[in-house]
């Protein structure tokens, strides 16, 4: 981070102007650091929803919204996606390079180390009504660990950190595999070691005591491809969350738990769950035009899910590379046919042709086909956030980590702009 020019703020009201350092990193926009302006100005700055504001610095993600570029620590996701498998993408999220191959061998062992849960953990579920929404008991569950793993965790030890990223993206499967067997009335299915990442998270979700299950390889590839483009995406909500829980040195596991309450919403990691429930709501392509109206009545609050972003006024490149996956498993399934991703892609170019759309910039996200390839590969509906979360654990405790390490770090603390009753005395 270095100074590359100053920022003059004349405030209007007789003052000497203010100078402001505008500060530049290694890509992207600069900032202008307003770390001394409230104690030289006695203002604050006003950004709900931090449209403008850059909360933190951070080496892990890039995103240019207007390119539509996403790079997890330098590398392209269409390359990551291409040519490596999750877990070599959560060494690189954490630790900034690519593994050679025993770096990857002993990653992959140490993870497979961790993947069970504490027996007292799994009697946890019992506590859930059997139709509880798996997001509800995700953030129950992964809340739970830090009564585990607490007393002994110094986060200001690397060590420790690590141990709890590991834990984390190791147990994360098991949970969320646990959360769809107890919806379903089904028993518990352990991880195998002898199985990869994909693998073993597919053999929790589907095998029963009475048979094993047996993906496809185009399957594990598939569900590995969306793992890696949901892993990380800079200072997005939840991220946001993580990192403002985890700035008070709260416990890491509680933090990854308000991480996925906020992952939750329809507006943010909850959507791809709404545009599946949408796209079987259109039902039909000659019914698209009336949803399309509906998202452009200003007296109407609907919304296309899995269109639009806060960052991306450009394709979200997870979304192509989403709408690639799905028309592989879909070949591979015989489901070239499917009538939700024939219904999706009408639905995608005729928004794309519509002017109030291309005016507003709102491309399809990461969300638009990721409940399609998840439905094809035979994962339920209310499993796709959850999933999402599994996924997103690694960018969440990577981000938490760097925030931890960084000397510059503070306790978040925004301010406000008042707007309530002035002070006044009770009148007895
Ligand atoms: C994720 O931040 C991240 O990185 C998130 C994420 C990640 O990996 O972590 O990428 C994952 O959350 C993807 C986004 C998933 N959400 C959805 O698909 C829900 C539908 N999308 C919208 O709710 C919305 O687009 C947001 C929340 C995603 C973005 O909101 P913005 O940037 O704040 O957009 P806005 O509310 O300022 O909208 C600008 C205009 C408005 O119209 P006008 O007031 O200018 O007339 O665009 C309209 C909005 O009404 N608009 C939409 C729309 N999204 C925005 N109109 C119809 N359908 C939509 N989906």
Redesign the pocket.
């Given at each position: 981070m270095t100074q590359k020019s100053t920022a003059i703020l004349d405030l209007g009201n007789g003052s000497d102007p203010i100078e402001l350092p505008i500060l530049s990193g290694t890509m992207g926009p600069d900032v202008v650091d307003i770390r001394t302006f409230h104690a030289r100005s006695g203002m604050f700055t006003y950004d709900p929803?931090y449209l403008s504001t850059a909360s933190s610095r951070s080496g892990i993600t890039f995103i240019d919204g207007d390119e539509g570029i996403l790079l997890y620590r330098g590398y392209p996701i269409e390359q990551l996606a291409m040519n490596c498998d999750f877990t070599e993408v959560c060494y690189l999220l954490m630790k900034g390079e690519l593994p050679d191959r025993d770096q990857k061998s002993t990653f992959d062992n140490a993870i497979k180390g961790h993947s069970m849960l504490h027996e007292q953990l799994v009697k946890f579920y019992t506590g859930f009504r059997r139709d509880a929404h798996p997001m509800a008991v995700m953030v129950g569950v992964v809340g739970a660990l830090s009564a585990f793993y607490h007393d002994a965790m110094d986060i200001t030890e690397a060590s420790h950190r690590e141990l709890s990223a590991l834990r984390l993206i190791a147990k994360l499967p098991t949970i969320t595999a646990m959360a769809y067997k107890y919806n379903i009335g089904q028993p518990f299915i352990y991880p195998r070691n002898d199985l990869s990442y994909s693998e073993n998270f597919l053999h929790m979700m589907f095998a029963v005591p009475a048979e094993e299950y047996k993906p496809s390889p185009v399957i594990v590839r598939a569900l590995d491809r969306i793992l890696i483009l949901?892993a990380d995406?800079?200072q997005?909500?939840?991220t946001s969350t993580v990192r403002l829980a985890g700035s008070s040195g709260a416990n890491p596991f509680a933090c990854i738990s308000a991480g996925i309450a906020c992952l939750w919403g329809?507006?943010?990691?909850g959507?791809n769950e709404a545009?599946l429930n949408m796209l079987e709501e259109i039902g039909d392509v000659s019914r698209i035009d009336e949803y399309i109206k509906r998202?452009k009545n200003?007296d109407d609050n609907y919304?296309?899910?899995?269109?639009?972003?806060?960052?991306y006024k450009n394709f979200d490149p997870r979304a192509k590379l989403m709408r690639e996956t799905c028309h592989e498993v879909l070949n591979e399934l015989g489901l070239h046919n499917d009538r939700l991703f024939k219904l999706a892609l009408e639905l995608e170019r005729i928004a794309l042709e519509d002017e109030y759309f291309i005016s507003?910039k709102?491309y399809p996200?990461?969300?638009f086909y990721s409940g399609i390839v998840q439905r094809a590969l035979g994962i339920p509906t209310t499993m796709f956030t959850a999933i999402f979360a599994m996924a997103r654990t690694v960018g969440w405790v990577a981000q938490w980590s760097e925030m931890i390490s960084d000397p510059e770090y503070k306790i978040g603390r925004p301010r406000q702009l008042y707007t309530g009753t002035i002070m006044r005395d009770i009148t007895t």
């Open positions: 929803g949901h995406h800079e997005n909500a939840s329809p507006a943010h990691g959507a545009c998202a200003k919304r296309l899910m899995g269109f639009g972003h806060r960052v507003r709102l996200n990461v969300d």
